[in-house]
């Protein structure tokens, strides 16, 4: 019988499948990163540039979706928890604009509490139309995994164009 050292630890497939999804999450976080911020964090030229051209990438046929998994493959290749540490020593976090921050928050409410963040929206946004917001809600809940993304991206875009400034 072959004895292992015990220094070699098994992983196993879901364990892997966890942390390239966290990496690839982390990947995705940096492209809301402004470009100074990311010259701070010392990134190799790769990840670098796949980060610039996801920035300049349109939403068409799942490019960023696409273009995602490759920052997340090129992530793994890099040592993340370094990277992480990184972040974390920055003197500021992400700077995601307050309209970004604003839309992400109407996203969430909208997908959490549906018609009752729906009715409170409608009613302090006039330009939102009820009936369109639970349609691209009820879309998204009743959608195969796959396609799910696309019609978030939907909502996202309609929250987007729709408020007021």
């Known amino acids: 019988m072959h004895d292992e050292p015990e220094s070699i630890k098994i992983i196993s497939k879901t364990q892997l499948k966890k942390e390239a999804t966290a990496l690839q999450e982390l990947g995705r976080e940096l492209t809301d990163f402004k470009a100074d911020d990311l010259d701070k964090l010392e990134l190799s030229t790769r990840l670098r540039a796949a980060i610039d ?4 990438l349109p939403n068409a046929h799942g490019a960023k979706r696409r273009h995602l998994q490759y920052i997340g493959r090129l992530m793994r290749e890099s040592d993340g928890e370094d990277l992480k540490r990184k972040i974390r020593h ?5 700077q995601i604009s307050p309209k970004v921050k604003f839309e992400n928050e109407i996203f969430e409410q909208i997908m959490t509490t549906g018609d009752v963040a729906i009715n409170e929206i409608v009613i302090q946004q006039q330009r939102f139309d009820r009936q369109q917001l639970r349609q691209l809600k009820n879309n998204i809940v009743k959608a195969a995994p796959g396609k799910r993304s696309s019609l978030e991206n939907k909502l996202r875009k309609y929250i987007r164009l729709n408020i007021s400034s």
Do not use: A, G, R
Not at 53 to 56: G, H, I, R
Not at 90 to 94: A, F, K, Q
């Open 53 to 56: 051209e996801f920035k300049k």
């Open 90 to 94: 920055l003197d500021t976090s992400p």
